[in-house]
């Protein structure tokens, strides 16, 4: 049979079609509407991929090609070599034909996105009602109809079989598809088209993700491998969704989740019966050895047992974890940690456990973790005796909520950290425990100074900064130099913000000297690993006082230092400040193109925001993406493109919806730099890279 080339147009629409019913699901839940048909399906398609990381995109089109090209070498497969070469003309005609008039709404793929043979019905259901005269259910006699149905299904069976089988796209790009979906385009749903309707809540958007997760996911295998069944799997998803809101957060969890499980199912279990010849020796009079073997049999059974309670609570806890209850967690932790132990020592082991799951809650992004060392605390003040002990207990209740509280979009855990260190305070009494007393001041000025970010207002800010002038009253440069420089850098950051809120030069400069000070400790060359962080932190400080007096020198000695921060962050593993960094210099490089005439800075500066974007997507910071996206759509707006207009709106917004008031500020003056300069700005519209 002679080789038959399929149309390049409907091979391209196919591929599409195939990709863009993954990609949809799980925009679907999402609420991303999802325009029917081929052509539609192509455009809505890339929309999408435009939202991505360049690596991502990178990834999908190359996704996308390897399929295409797979199907064009399989294509005549599908078609047998005994047909007559009319039918099966006549066959390929038909589904070039047919596949523009497909209409596939996201609900219907949805439903059977993982089954390639419900896929391949669903294409068929939708040819036969598009052409009905050409595929119609075939009789026995219609070989035309059978041909073109049986093509139809065949290829659209195979092709979703090899895209699903792509390593590449379900152990990776999907989920990096749902997250960008769902962390940087929630209210994508009000910039398309209208008319579809969205899903009916968060949770059920998430949960579904997750579901599809576990559907597609290594991990998952394995944990069916080890016994746990589809509807235990389900039910882990259905309690991370109701506990978690960020998309990347629920996968962190569920991830650890499933871990949990498989071992729960791979630990062998311990039964050892205890067993002795007392009889057999005392039958034959050997009393002493009978009693000795009673006391052999004693201490074995004692330790079985011991070992035995050591089980039980272990499996106790990775189900209290599994069923996601922090309070019976920290129960079980407690007892395995003084099963045993002399009276009195309580205090001490709940301390250790705190720090360990604080530091992995923290380090990890972990809120399970963190709502685990949470209640520890509360057990720390059960058993607290002495107002060091009672104080400590207060400070790490505080410092718990402080850092739930970063992650939450209510302010409630930041207020109950206030009330928490205040308590602490109350406790520690300056002249008994300077030391202490200090520390919670600036953990307390830490806390004010998140609220106020969030409910601008002078009172919270100037509560922070007198927190932090008390503090600094202990910690000074002489008795505690590396806790005073923290501190100093702290009060620099709580300076910026009121230059912030109050577009005061005069702050800012204050915010600079608090820096400066600090980095009189924190050098570079004494190998200070706080050296980076702090020069970054000034940095920051020029670009907002060079922006609030147009002035190019503090914008460009920020730029300058920025540039020898980001090798320093790289060579310490600091990959956090490392993106932060580069979303400075974007933003600076930005200002210098709009504020100084320098248009080739508009590449640099674009540059460095989807390094900044790339590095930010690996550490779970979806607040920091999204500020990075605004301004990257900023300086791309100087083009006009109406795309760039929606993204920095689409990331505006997701930043307003977290109450973040003080962000929203400074994106809005970033936005206005430049904005009296007309003509500078138009002037650069053509110099787009």
């Not at 499980?261 to 007392?278: E, M």
Request: proline letters at 4%.
């Amino acid at each position: 049979m002679r080789k038959i080339v399929p149309n390049a147009e409907t091979l391209g629409g196919f591929t599409s079609v195939l990709f863009g019913a993954s990609v949809f699901a799980a925009a679907t839940a999402s609420g991303l509407p999802v325009p029917p048909g081929t052509a539609q399906v192509s455009f809505g398609l890339s929309t999408v991929i435009g939202h991505l990381t360049h690596r991502r995109r990178f990834h999908a089109e190359k996704i996308i090609a390897d399929l295409r090209r797979q199907i064009e070498e399989d294509w005549t497969s599908h078609l047998p070599s005994h047909a007559d070469p009319g039918q099966i003309e006549a066959a390929i005609r038909a589904f070039d034909e047919v596949l523009p008039l497909i209409e596939i709404s996201s609900a219907e793929v949805v439903g059977r996105r993982l089954d390639p043979a419900r896929m391949a019905d669903l294409f068929l259901a939708k040819a036969e009602a598009a052409l009905p005269d050409v595929y119609r259910p075939a009789s026995r006699h219609d070989a035309d109809a059978r041909l073109a149905r049986a093509f139809l299904a065949d290829l659209t069976e195979s092709a979703y079989r090899r895209l699903l089988a792509m390593p590449e796209f379900t152990g990776s790009l999907a989920p990096a598809i749902w997250s960008d979906l769902l962390g940087q385009m929630d209210r994508v749903e009000d910039q398309l088209t209208t008319g579809f309707e969205a899903t009916t809540g968060r949770l059920d958007t998430i949960e579904a993700l997750l579901r599809t997760a576990l559907a597609t996911g290594q991990q998952a295998q394995t944990a069916r491998a080890s016994g746990i069944t589809d509807a235990a799997l389900v039910a882990l998803a259905s309690r991370v969704a109701a506990d978690v809101r960020d998309p990347e957060q629920a996968f962190r969890e569920l991830e650890r989740a499933v871990d949990l499980a498989i071992t729960v199912q791979t630990t062998p279990s311990q039964d050892t019966p205890a067993l002795g010849q007392v009889a057999r020796l005392s039958a034959e009079g050997q009393h002493d050895a009978a009693g000795e073997a009673i006391d052999a049999a004693l201490a074995e059974a004692e330790a079985a047992h011991t070992a035995r309670v050591k089980a039980l609570l272990e499996a106790g806890l990775q189900q209290d974890l599994l069923r996601r209850d922090p309070d019976a967690a920290a129960t079980r932790l407690f007892r395995l940690a003084t099963e045993g132990t002399v009276p009195g020592t309580e205090f001490d082991a709940l301390s250790a456990l705190w720090m360990e799951w604080f530091s992995r809650g923290r380090d990890k992004a972990l809120i399970l973790d963190l709502e685990v060392a949470g209640a520890l605390a509360v057990k720390m003040a059960e058993f607290a005796r002495t107002p060091v002990q009672q104080g400590t207990a207060a400070n790490y209740a505080g410092i718990i909520q402080h850092t739930l509280g970063e992650r939450r979009p209510d302010m409630a855990a930041l207020h109950a950290a206030v009330a928490s260190f205040e308590e602490a305070l109350a406790i520690w009494d300056r002249a008994d425990n300077p030391t202490l007393w200090a520390k919670a001041q600036m953990n307390l000025a830490n806390s004010q100074h998140a609220i106020a970010q969030r409910d601008p207002g002078n009172d919270r800010l100037n509560r922070a900064i007198a927190a932090y002038d008390a503090a600094l009253a202990v910690r000074t440069r002489d008795s505690a130099a590396s806790d005073w420089a923290m501190t100093q850098m702290n009060l620099g950051t709580a300076l910026r913000t009121l230059a912030e809120l109050e577009a005061s030069s005069d702050a800012a400069t204050e915010s600079l000297a608090a820096i400066d000070a600090a980095l009189t400790v924190r050098t570079r060359s004494a190998g200070e690993p706080g050296w980076a962080v702090t020069q970054l932190n000034r940095a920051m400080t020029l670009r907002v006082r060079g922006e609030l007096q147009r002035d190019i020198a503090d914008l460009q000695e920020a730029l300058s230092a920025l540039h020898e921060v980001v090798p320093i962050c790289a060579e310490q593993g600091l990959t956090y400040y490392r993106a932060l960094a580069d979303r400075e210099r974007g933003a600076l490089c930005a200002d210098l193109a709009r504020l100084g005439g320098q248009s080739d800075l508009l590449a640099e500066a674009r540059s460095f925001f989807q390094r900044a974007l790339d590095g930010l997507g690996t550490d779970g910071a979806p607040l920091d993406r999204m500020v990075a996206t605004a301004m990257d759509a900023c300086v791309d707006q100087i083009a006009g493109g109406a795309e760039d207009a929606e993204r920095f709106d689409l990331a505006r917004r997701g930043i307003e919806d977290r109450g973040e008031r003080l962000l929203l500020r400074g994106l809005d003056r970033f936005a206005g730099i430049g904005a009296a300069s007309g003509a500078a700005a138009a002037a650069l519209v053509s110099e787009r890279p």
